[in-house]
């Protein structure tokens, strides 16, 4: 059920270029401005922190996308206007505020790539959990030929993605990754024939969706802040944290499940 909050929401994010709909227990999330390749203007990322901070209960999983012939690009230069210092710093601080929302919001984001992921739409798409490309995928960080810096998050995601070298690359000779070269360096963990990541895409979020929630939780929410301790402060979290996932009924109602021969085995790829 739709409650009037999230109704009211829904229609306000869609009159920024952003729709919502619930797919199942997925929630399916669009980039909506094909007229201008999905910029990313400041309604539109007010509207991508509201819905992350609204998501409704039934979401176990979301997927966003782009409609048009690119996933995103970047930010809307049409308001880069005259902002003095302390203004940039807000309009970078409501990017972050943002893709914090979707990257630790309460449901693991799937990004579903194709065309244009450059400047802005390579951060929105670093924040999110797995990412999906078709063939058609491209990938830049044109700020560095704009005269401008990564504003939206990039300068933290997106080495952890690829390396501090090969973004420096990227940002001091605008050099471009196509899409088998993306997947070979990190930015996406799938590479799949043109038109087809939003398929996949909603393939793995229905894998996701039937994880046990405390896992997902765990997954998005403690092990990259695990990875950034220091080791002996990561061990002690990883079992606290492991410690609170097995502790859960259904946690154990799964191992129960394989030890009488009742759930999937793994199979070889
Ligand atoms: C835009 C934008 C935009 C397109 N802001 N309006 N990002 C960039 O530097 C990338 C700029 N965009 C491009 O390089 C190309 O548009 C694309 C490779 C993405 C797509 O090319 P194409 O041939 O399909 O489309 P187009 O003809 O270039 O653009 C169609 C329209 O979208 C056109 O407007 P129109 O009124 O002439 O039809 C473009 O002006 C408009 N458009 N991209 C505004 N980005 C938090 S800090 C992040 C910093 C950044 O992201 S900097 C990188 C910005």
Redesign the pocket.
Known sequence: MTSPILKAVIDDIAAHGLQFEMRGAVALIRLARP???N???DGLVKALRDIFTHMPEEARVAVIHGEG??FC????????QERDAAQGVF??RS?HAALDALQFGRVPVIAALH??V??????LASACHIRVADDSTFY????G??G?????G?SVRIPKLIGVARMTDMMMTGRVYDAVEGERVGFAQYHVPQGEALDKAMQLAVRVADNAPMTNYALTHALPRIAEQPADHGLLTEALISSITQSAPEAKARVAAFLAGKAAKVKKA
């Open positions: 007229q201008k390749r910029a990313l203007n012939e690119h690009a970047g930010l809307d230069l049409s308001e880069l309009h970078s990017w065309g244009a450059v400047g802005g739409g390579l951060e830049a960080l044109p700020e030929t704009r401008i810096f990564v504003g939206g990039g």
